[in-house]
Protein backbone atom coordinates (compact mmCIF):
# COMPACT_ATOMS: atom_id res chain seq x y z
CA UNK A 1 0.00 0.00 0.00
CA UNK A 2 0.93 3.63 0.09
CA UNK A 3 1.98 4.18 -3.68
CA UNK A 4 2.96 7.72 -4.93
CA UNK A 5 3.14 7.34 -8.31
CA UNK A 6 4.90 10.45 -10.70
CA UNK A 7 4.82 11.10 -14.29
CA UNK A 8 7.00 12.01 -16.73
CA UNK A 9 10.23 9.84 -15.26
CA UNK A 10 11.70 11.63 -18.04
CA UNK A 11 11.69 14.79 -19.17
CA UNK A 12 13.97 16.58 -22.24
CA UNK A 13 12.55 20.09 -23.41
CA UNK A 14 13.83 23.48 -24.98
CA UNK A 15 14.81 26.49 -23.14
CA UNK A 16 11.29 28.82 -22.40
CA UNK A 17 8.59 25.38 -22.38
CA UNK A 18 6.50 24.72 -19.41
CA UNK A 19 6.53 21.54 -18.09
CA UNK A 20 4.03 19.70 -15.92
CA UNK A 21 5.02 17.04 -13.80
CA UNK A 22 2.30 15.11 -11.98
CA UNK A 23 1.76 13.56 -8.62
CA UNK A 24 -0.93 10.99 -7.31
CA UNK A 25 -1.18 8.75 -4.56
CA UNK A 26 -2.76 5.37 -6.11
CA UNK A 27 -4.52 4.13 -3.11
CA UNK A 28 -4.51 6.35 -0.26
CA UNK A 29 -5.63 10.09 0.12
CA UNK A 30 -3.21 12.76 0.52
CA UNK A 31 -4.30 16.00 2.14
CA UNK A 32 -0.42 16.98 1.95
CA UNK A 33 1.76 16.30 -0.67
CA UNK A 34 5.73 18.06 -0.69
CA UNK A 35 7.55 18.95 -3.99
CA UNK A 36 11.69 18.20 -3.40
CA UNK A 37 14.67 19.05 -5.74
CA UNK A 38 17.82 17.03 -6.12
CA UNK A 39 20.68 18.41 -7.69
CA UNK A 40 23.69 15.83 -8.84
CA UNK A 41 25.52 14.20 -5.77
CA UNK A 42 23.38 16.10 -3.30
CA UNK A 43 20.38 15.63 -1.13
CA UNK A 44 16.84 16.24 -1.23
CA UNK A 45 15.67 19.88 -0.75
CA UNK A 46 12.40 21.07 -0.14
CA UNK A 47 10.83 23.12 -2.36
CA UNK A 48 7.27 23.55 -1.40
CA UNK A 49 4.31 21.97 0.85
CA UNK A 50 1.13 21.21 -1.49
CA UNK A 51 -1.84 21.10 1.08
CA UNK A 52 -5.55 20.30 -0.84
CA UNK A 53 -7.33 22.68 -1.63
CA UNK A 54 -4.86 25.77 -0.39
CA UNK A 55 -2.16 27.48 -1.64
CA UNK A 56 1.48 25.84 -1.19
CA UNK A 57 3.62 26.99 1.12
CA UNK A 58 6.89 27.77 -0.73
CA UNK A 59 10.82 27.40 1.24
CA UNK A 60 12.85 30.28 1.11
CA UNK A 61 14.30 30.90 -2.09
CA UNK A 62 11.91 28.88 -4.42
CA UNK A 63 9.94 31.54 -6.85
CA UNK A 64 6.77 30.51 -6.44
CA UNK A 65 5.43 32.07 -9.80
CA UNK A 66 8.57 29.88 -11.68
CA UNK A 67 7.45 26.41 -9.83
CA UNK A 68 3.34 26.58 -9.79
CA UNK A 69 1.77 23.94 -7.08
CA UNK A 70 -1.51 22.97 -7.70
CA UNK A 71 -2.91 20.21 -5.55
CA UNK A 72 -7.00 19.99 -7.16
CA UNK A 73 -7.36 16.75 -5.12
CA UNK A 74 -6.45 14.75 -2.68
CA UNK A 75 -4.52 12.22 -4.48
CA UNK A 76 -2.97 14.59 -7.50
CA UNK A 77 -0.95 17.47 -7.11
CA UNK A 78 1.11 18.81 -10.07
CA UNK A 79 3.96 21.08 -10.28
CA UNK A 80 4.74 23.17 -13.53
CA UNK A 81 7.96 24.77 -14.07
CA UNK A 82 7.35 27.91 -16.26
CA UNK A 83 9.60 28.99 -19.09
CA UNK A 84 12.42 26.55 -18.02
CA UNK A 85 15.83 27.35 -18.60
CA UNK A 86 18.81 25.28 -18.57
CA UNK A 87 19.57 26.07 -14.72
CA UNK A 88 16.21 24.44 -13.70
CA UNK A 89 17.86 21.10 -15.55
CA UNK A 90 17.24 18.53 -12.06
CA UNK A 91 15.54 15.89 -10.47
CA UNK A 92 12.08 16.98 -9.17
CA UNK A 93 10.21 14.26 -6.50
CA UNK A 94 7.46 14.38 -5.06
CA UNK A 95 6.20 12.49 -1.73
CA UNK A 96 2.97 12.38 -0.42
CA UNK A 97 1.40 12.12 3.43
CA UNK A 98 -1.93 9.79 4.21
CA UNK A 99 -2.62 12.00 7.10
CA UNK A 100 -0.90 14.48 9.85
CA UNK A 101 1.28 11.95 11.82
CA UNK A 102 1.74 9.80 9.06
CA UNK A 103 5.39 9.36 7.15
CA UNK A 104 5.84 10.44 4.04
CA UNK A 105 5.88 8.08 0.67
CA UNK A 106 7.71 9.11 -2.51
CA UNK A 107 7.80 8.93 -6.05
CA UNK A 108 10.26 7.27 -8.18
CA UNK A 109 11.21 11.01 -9.06
CA UNK A 110 10.91 12.86 -12.13
CA UNK A 111 14.48 14.10 -14.37
CA UNK A 112 13.73 17.28 -15.88
CA UNK A 113 16.69 18.26 -18.73
CA UNK A 114 15.79 21.77 -20.40
CA UNK A 115 18.42 21.81 -23.46
CA UNK B 1 17.08 26.91 11.73
CA UNK B 2 16.65 23.15 11.15
CA UNK B 3 19.58 21.09 9.70
CA UNK B 4 20.94 17.44 9.57
CA UNK B 5 24.28 16.50 9.40
CA UNK B 6 25.86 12.90 8.14
CA UNK B 7 29.54 13.14 8.47
CA UNK B 8 30.06 10.30 6.21
CA UNK B 9 29.55 10.78 2.49
CA UNK B 10 30.42 6.79 1.67
CA UNK B 11 31.24 4.01 4.34
CA UNK B 12 32.19 0.60 3.30
CA UNK B 13 32.33 -1.88 5.64
CA UNK B 14 32.70 -6.37 4.87
CA UNK B 15 29.53 -8.42 5.57
CA UNK B 16 28.71 -9.42 8.52
CA UNK B 17 30.59 -6.25 10.11
CA UNK B 18 28.84 -4.04 12.63
CA UNK B 19 27.56 -0.96 10.66
CA UNK B 20 26.83 2.43 12.07
CA UNK B 21 25.37 5.37 9.87
CA UNK B 22 25.55 8.80 11.63
CA UNK B 23 23.50 11.46 12.20
CA UNK B 24 23.13 14.83 13.95
CA UNK B 25 20.89 17.50 13.95
CA UNK B 26 20.04 20.93 15.53
CA UNK B 27 16.24 22.14 15.73
CA UNK B 28 15.05 24.18 18.79
CA UNK B 29 11.76 21.91 18.94
CA UNK B 30 10.82 18.56 19.56
CA UNK B 31 11.47 16.88 16.24
CA UNK B 32 10.64 14.01 14.44
CA UNK B 33 13.36 11.99 12.75
CA UNK B 34 13.41 9.69 10.29
CA UNK B 35 15.93 7.26 7.90
CA UNK B 36 14.85 6.76 4.53
CA UNK B 37 16.91 4.40 2.35
CA UNK B 38 17.10 4.34 -1.58
CA UNK B 39 18.60 1.01 -2.83
CA UNK B 40 19.73 0.91 -6.28
CA UNK B 41 17.63 2.35 -9.38
CA UNK B 42 14.21 2.71 -6.30
CA UNK B 43 12.23 5.24 -4.82
CA UNK B 44 13.64 6.41 -1.64
CA UNK B 45 11.76 4.53 1.18
CA UNK B 46 11.24 5.20 4.84
CA UNK B 47 13.27 3.01 6.66
CA UNK B 48 12.38 3.49 10.37
CA UNK B 49 11.20 6.78 12.59
CA UNK B 50 12.02 7.33 15.88
CA UNK B 51 8.66 7.35 17.71
CA UNK B 52 7.96 3.67 16.35
CA UNK B 53 10.71 2.48 18.30
CA UNK B 54 11.23 -0.56 15.77
CA UNK B 55 13.83 -2.31 14.09
CA UNK B 56 13.42 -2.92 10.02
CA UNK B 57 15.77 -5.03 8.51
CA UNK B 58 17.88 -5.56 11.49
CA UNK B 59 18.54 -1.90 11.74
CA UNK B 60 17.83 0.22 14.90
CA UNK B 61 18.30 4.17 15.59
CA UNK B 62 17.92 5.63 19.00
CA UNK B 63 17.19 9.28 19.29
CA UNK B 64 19.75 10.89 21.79
CA UNK B 65 18.49 14.63 22.46
CA UNK B 66 21.54 15.31 24.85
CA UNK B 67 23.66 14.70 21.72
CA UNK B 68 21.11 15.82 19.13
CA UNK B 69 21.91 12.31 17.59
CA UNK B 70 19.88 9.47 15.95
CA UNK B 71 22.30 7.21 14.59
CA UNK B 72 21.32 4.02 12.34
CA UNK B 73 22.96 1.05 13.49
CA UNK B 74 23.00 -2.72 12.36
CA UNK B 75 25.07 -5.61 14.26
CA UNK B 76 25.73 -7.80 11.10
CA UNK B 77 25.85 -5.95 7.76
CA UNK B 78 24.60 -7.97 4.95
CA UNK B 79 25.48 -6.78 1.40
CA UNK B 80 21.67 -6.28 0.39
CA UNK B 81 22.04 -3.13 2.58
CA UNK B 82 24.20 -1.36 0.27
CA UNK B 83 22.15 1.32 -1.02
CA UNK B 84 22.03 5.86 0.10
CA UNK B 85 20.77 6.42 3.51
CA UNK B 86 19.72 9.49 4.34
CA UNK B 87 18.22 11.14 7.65
CA UNK B 88 15.63 13.80 8.07
CA UNK B 89 14.34 15.87 10.55
CA UNK B 90 10.52 17.05 10.59
CA UNK B 91 9.37 20.06 12.89
CA UNK B 92 6.69 20.51 14.81
CA UNK B 93 2.75 20.42 13.29
CA UNK B 94 4.49 18.53 10.76
CA UNK B 95 6.57 21.68 9.24
CA UNK B 96 10.01 22.15 8.12
CA UNK B 97 11.22 18.79 6.73
CA UNK B 98 14.64 18.32 5.95
CA UNK B 99 17.56 16.12 4.66
CA UNK B 100 20.99 15.19 5.62
CA UNK B 101 23.31 15.09 2.34
CA UNK B 102 23.01 11.19 2.53
CA UNK B 103 25.37 8.35 3.12
CA UNK B 104 26.21 5.70 0.95
CA UNK B 105 26.85 2.39 2.47
CA UNK B 106 28.39 -0.29 0.49
CA UNK B 107 29.19 -3.59 2.19
CA UNK B 108 31.75 -6.09 0.90
CA UNK B 109 31.59 -9.47 0.29
Known amino acids: GAVVSQHPSWVICKSGTSVKIECRSL??????MFWYRQFPKQSLMLMAT?????????EQGVEKDKFLINHASLTLSTLTVTSAHPEDSSFYIC???????????FGDGTRLSIL | AQRVTQPEKLLSVFKGAPVELKCNYS??????LFWYVQYSRQRLQLLLR??SRESIKGFTADLNKGETSFHLKKPFAQEEDSAMYYC???????????FGPGTRLSVLP
Open chain 1, 95 to 105: SARPGEVQPQH
Open chain 1, 27 to 32: DFQATT
Open chain 1, 50 to 58: SNEGSKATY
Open chain 2, 27 to 32: YSGSPE
Open chain 2, 50 to 51: HI
Open chain 2, 88 to 98: ALEGNYGQNFV
